[in-house]
T-cell receptor, first 114, second 111 residues
């Protein structure tokens, strides 16, 4: 399966700042996704990153708060904007190499907001 | 009713025994089902995929799917302490074309 590199692996940020998380894949993939996993919880899909167009956001997530880019078939970024302590979570990038194939996850970014 | 339901556990199983993890789902037309293992502090790792009714075996792992009952399970034979982790059931829901995760079952293998 594809090798997925996500960075940073962790960060501690101040309230009101923004952080951009990068996801790089070693091969072209059909689909890229961004998830959030809050402490002790399961995974919640934030959005599907679409190559060359605006991301598709799930209910409860908006572009102003979580802008996403996907300039090509191997790279995507998620920005967490104007952070508050409630944004403290693990953010995960996942990829689907081909249609209807299982998703594989990057190592995640552990984000803490003070 | 949650879309994908799992018992949260914790489930404790003696080393060498069979661990049985269960998952039910609400979208009757779902076609793809996955089990992920997540160690503490790590990201989810795919361990099994199943797409048709019946059993699918891979080493010590067996996935079982019953679409009529909307039920998928994971059996781990000869459980090892290294199997201690949270197991996430994921269902690709045709209705909204996305992968939906259960809340996970925390499994502890007791030496």
């Amino acid at each position: 399966s594809a090798v997925i590199s996500q960075k940073p692996s962790r960060d501690i940020c101040q309230r009101g700042t923004s952080l951009t998380i990068q996801c790089q894949v070693d091969s072209q993939v059909t689909m890229m996704f961004w998830y959030r996993q809050q402490p002790g919880q399961s995974l919640t899909l934030i959005a599907t990153a679409n190559q060359g167009s605006e991301a598709t956001y799930e209910s409860g997530f908006v572009i102003d708060k979580f802008p996403i880019s996907r300039p090509n078939l191997t790279f995507s970024t998620l920005t967490v904007s104007n952070m508050s302590p409630e944004d403290s979570s693990i953010y995960l990038c996942s990829v689907e190499e081909q249609g209807n194939q299982p998703q594989h996850f990057g190592d995640g970014t552990r984000l803490s907001i003070l | 009713q949650k879309e994908v339901e799992q018992n949260s556990g914790p489930l404790s199983v003696p080393e060498g025994a069979i661990a049985s993890l269960n998952c039910t789902y609400s979208d009757r037309v779902s076609q793809s089902f996955f089990w992920y293992r997540q160690y503490s502090g790590k990201s989810p790792e795919l361990i099994m995929s199943i797409y048709s009714n019946g059993d699918k075996e891979d080493g010590r792992f067996t996935a079982q799917l019953n679409k009529a009952s909307q039920y998928v399970s994971l059996l781990i034979r000869d459980s090892q302490p290294s199997d201690s982790a949270t197991y996430l059931c994921a269902v690709y829901q045709t209705r909204d074309e996305k992968l939906t995760f259960g809340t996970g079952t925390r499994l502890t293998i007791i030496p």
